[in-house]
């Protein structure tokens, strides 16, 4: 990705220029992984940065916290990078007002589908049980109040993006979103890790 000739849009510009002000990083570039993530290219390695306003601040400063809890009890999370300010989330104004974090790139890659099989999602459960056993420590130190159960947050508001006329599509997004919400929960089971993630 890096190494070719990035051509930026005015937008990503302005934002280039912004994290170059706000973080303790030399930002030469940044290539959009999705409309908001964008991969950057520093002189002190890769991070990523989103670039949202889809959760108040006050639910992406809770959710940081909580990555930053999970980076700093050793599991697999990358480290946010506060800006020059001391802050985890900060406000920018691009055409509105948004909030910017920054991650360092986590080592690894995207395991292609072709590599999945069942010893592969048994260390997957195991990583996912490790993490949800550390959330239930940051949950008794840390009271929880911004951060709602996955399928409560707007990208997973199906019926809102699938057409009235796709009819069955929508039943069956439906059927499946009321099942998950029908499921058993205790704090054995469920928890904050599943609130996030689903």
Known sequence: MFGKKVKMNNIEKEILKLINKLYP???????PITNEMYQCLTAQGTYFVRITNYKTYEEQLEEVTYTNFLYQK????????P?????L???ITLDKEVFAVLYKAAPGIHLPR???????FKKLGQQIGKLHRASKNFESIE?????NDW????EYNFLNYIPKEETTIREIASDVLTSIKELPKSTSNYGLIHEIYG
């Open 151 to 154: 399928y409560q947050n707007e």
């Open 114 to 120: 072709n590599e999945w099989n069942s010893n592969v």
């Open 25 to 31: 990083l030399d930002f030469i570039e940044m290539t």
């Open 89 to 91: 989330v900060e406000k």
């Open 143 to 147: 009271p929880v109040k911004h951060i």
């Open 74 to 81: 050793g599991l697999g999370v990358p480290p946010i990078i």
């Open 83 to 87: 800006s020059l300010k001391a802050n």
